[in-house]
């Protein structure tokens, strides 16, 4: 079955530290890959995708995320956080010849100072 | 920046009443999409709609539900008698018709509460 799984619920870092949230797909070819950030009260704002090309992509913010075929995942990072990154993540794929966004569970992240 | 607005933010009301949550989707954009999200749970499409219909829906989306784009620039979600687990934030979205365009643009939501 086609899904998405974000392993961590909840992640908690420094203020300052690296960050590496976790996903990984369920799909036989290469979905279109997406990492969402929702702020509290807020909706869902785009961080950056992967459709094809280079594996690394650069997001807004400075978030970048790197696709691996092999392991089926596209894992989001940022070398540093700054306390406004504390937000909910979600990673979503559209299936290729679906419309609908497929997204995870969402790993929820908490900034410590 | 063009953005998609959603009204109301906030919308209660009572299990049994029918509730119509509302979206203006990104001028110029074609495909445009509802989604929900129960408390604590993973964000849950429901239905998509291109050229004035339907063109996926969920299992989620059934005859208490449907959409509408009553004019040029709204795009209207149904609920004809709301139950207590109809209680979620609904997110409309919105995509271009560009070929291998996949982004959607999300709006900030409308929280139900069913009561």
């Known amino acids: ?113 | 920046e063009p953005e998609v607005t959603q009204t109301p933010s906030h919308q209660v009301t009572q299990m049994g009443q029918e509730v119509i949550l509302r979206c203006v989707p990104i001028s110029n954009h074609l495909y445009f999409y509802w989604y929900r999200q129960i408390l604590g749970q993973k964000v849950e499409f429901l239905v998509s709609f291109y050229n004035n219909e339907i063109s996926e829906k969920s299992e989620i989306f059934d005859d208490q539900f449907s959409v509408e784009r009553p004019d040029g620039s709204n795009f209207t979600l149904k609920i004809r008698s709301t139950k207590l687990e109809d209680s979620a934030m609904y997110f409309c979205a919105s995509r271009p018709g560009l070929v291998n365009f996949y982004e959607q643009y999300f709006g900030p939501g409308t929280r139900l509460t069913v009561t």
Do not use: M
């Open chain 1, 1 to 113: 079955a086609q899904s998405v799984t974000q392993p961590d619920i909840h992640i908690t870092v420094s203020e300052g530290a690296s960050l590496e949230l976790r996903c990984n797909y369920s799909y036989g070819a290469t979905p279109y890959l997406f990492w969402y950030v929702q702020s509290p009260g807020q909706g869902l704002q785009l961080l950056l995708k992967y459709f094809s090309g280079d594996t690394l992509v650069q997001g807004i913010k400075g978030f970048e995320a790197e696709f691996k075929r092999s392991q089926s995942s596209f894992n989001l990072r940022k070398p540093s956080v700054h306390w406004s990154d504390a937000a909910e993540y979600f990673c979503a794929v559209v299936f290729q010849g679906a419309q609908k966004l497929v997204f995870g569970q969402g790993t929820r992240l908490t900034i410590n100072p």
